[in-house]
Nanobody, 115 residues
Framework: QVQLVESGGGLVQAGGSLRLSCAAS????????MGWYRQAPGKQRELVAE???????NYADSVKGRFTISRDNAKNTVYLQMNAMKPEDTAVYYC?????????WGQGTQVTVSS
């Protein structure tokens, strides 16, 4: 059984920063791509950023230059550093990990940016 546990969400003012973490635990041999998605009220879940095991990254246009995704393979953990945050970044943020042929999701963490 694999679990993804997110942490680091909260309330921040516009222009501020937050750092999200997601740690994978359980029967893990090797984790492939990991990523962060978000879902705002009334909207579909969307990709924020993703990173391969080798460190290649991909970002949504809306966060390029403001957010940075990174990972620590030894700790089975992925991070999302969010800077210069905007009210439109408000959403529930979900961690995703591809392990063998299965995709796993975290439970989500709320991020709220006040104007």
């Amino acid at each position: 059984q694999v679990q993804l546990v997110e942490s680091g969400g909260g309330l921040v003012q516009a222009g501020g920063s937050l750092r999200l973490s997601c740690a994978a635990s359980g029967s893990i041999f090797s984790i492939g791509a990991m990523g962060w998605y978000r879902q705002a009220p009334g909207k579909q879940r969307e990709l924020v950023a993703e990173i391969t095991r080798g460190g290649s990254t991909n970002y949504a246009d809306s966060v390029k230059g403001r957010f940075t995704i990174s990972r620590d393979n030894a700790k089975n953990t992925v991070y999302l550093q969010m800077n210069a945050m905007k009210p439109e970044d408000t959403a529930v943020y979900y961690c995703k990990a591809n392990i063998v042929l299965t995709t796993y999701w975290g439970q989500g963490t709320q991020v709220t940016v006040s104007s």
